[in-house]
């Protein structure tokens, strides 16, 4: 379908059943930081750490429980220091930061795995710093190598294999710690990654137990790349059209949780919208019957006319495109 349609689509829906979104994409800080690296800010070695972090503690969890936290988690890690956690050994993960998490009910099952592979790629991040002068060169550097291209920065950064990956993430949490520093990209994780594939836009394989398996490098790149053109049809950061996407599928508060079904609706698949509310196609069965087709012809097709002349593309009862299909 036509990707400003699909756009349209996503806005209506956002509009309808979740009022505030636009204000949330704002207070995820994305779209800023987005709009500030194009204007030539610079991270901060904790700032860094931050945004990885956060990237890091997004993973398998219902994000509005971070969101409760996030304003005690500066002192939690000291400040967000790099070389600080870098120092930071397994118990300290174990007795310390998961107990927090968990008595604040935002603690996913893999969250001490995940810290403590943390700790190796602050230490990463902590020594190129002390090398190149910053943490953020890093990231800037394979910018630079791969034609200021966040997309393939996300899987030199969490595809398994390569030289430059980051512990503790794959390449949907690297997308998100880019979005975090400000580089533009899409995170394919499950919600947009399933999104993508109801929208006919990326097939995704189902595994046996019927979930989608978004895991191949190949298909998450997809996932990136079709996102990015949506932005660049509905004339937004692609930052702000995947957080609007991801808002479709993710848990209630956050997001609208919708199903398979409704996002393939989204996308003008919608069986709701072939149907025949006018009584049209009815009438067309009952001229069959009678024989009268040809002489009703003229008549048919100024109704039809009439009836989508002012709808908007996804929208229209009668789509010529399936025209002897479904009508």
Not at 84 to 111: G, H, I, N
Not at 181 to 206: E, S, T, Y
Request: glycine share 6%.
């Amino acid at each position: 379908m036509n990707l400003q349609t699909l756009w349209r689509n996503i806005e209506h829906r956002l509009d309808r059943d979740l009022p505030h979104w636009q204000d949330d994409i704002k207070k995820f800080g994305q779209v800023k930081a987005v709009e500030e690296r194009s204007q030539g800010r610079a991270w901060r070695d904790d700032e860094v750490f931050e945004a990885l972090l956060m990237a890091v503690l997004s993973a398998h969890t219902v994000w509005s429980r971070i969101e409760s936290i996030q304003p005690k988690l500066k002192a939690l890690f000291s400040g967000f220091g790099l070389e600080a956690y870098a120092s930071r050994r397994e118990t300290d993960v174990v007795e310390l930061f998961v107990p927090w998490f968990q008595e604040r009910k935002a603690a996913s099952p893999w969250l001490a795995q995940n810290l403590v592979r943390l700790i190796d790629a602050a230490h990463i991040l902590w020594k190129h710093s002390r090398i190149r002068g910053s943490a953020e060169s890093y990231f800037t550097e394979l910018m630079e190598q791969h034609d200021q291209d966040p997309k393939q920065v996300a899987l030199c950064l969490g595809g398994s294999g390569s030289k430059h990956k980051l512990p503790s993430i794959g390449v949907p949490l690297a997308a998100e710690a880019l979005k975090n520093l400000g580089f533009d990209v899409a995170k394919p994780d499950v919600h947009v990654c399933r999104a993508m594939n109801a929208f006919g836009l990326v097939a995704f394989r189902q595994g046996k137990n019927g979930k989608l398996r978004c895991t191949s490098k190949h298909k998450q790149l997809e996932a990136m790349k079709k996102v990015e053109e949506i932005a660049m049809a509905a004339r937004k950061p692609v930052a702000y059209v995947d957080n609007a996407i991801w808002m479709l599928g993710a848990e209630k508060k956050s997001g609208l949780h919708l199903t398979n079904r409704e996002l393939t609706e989204l996308a003008g698949h919608n069986p709701i919208q072939r149907k025949d509310p006018s009584g049209l196609l009815a009438l067309l069965d009952s001229w069959k019957k009678d024989g009268d087709v040809e002489e009703q012809k003229e008549t048919l097709e100024y109704l039809i006319h009439a009836l989508d002349e002012n709808r908007p593309e996804g929208y229209k009862l009668f789509p010529p495109e399936l025209k002897g299909k479904t009508w």
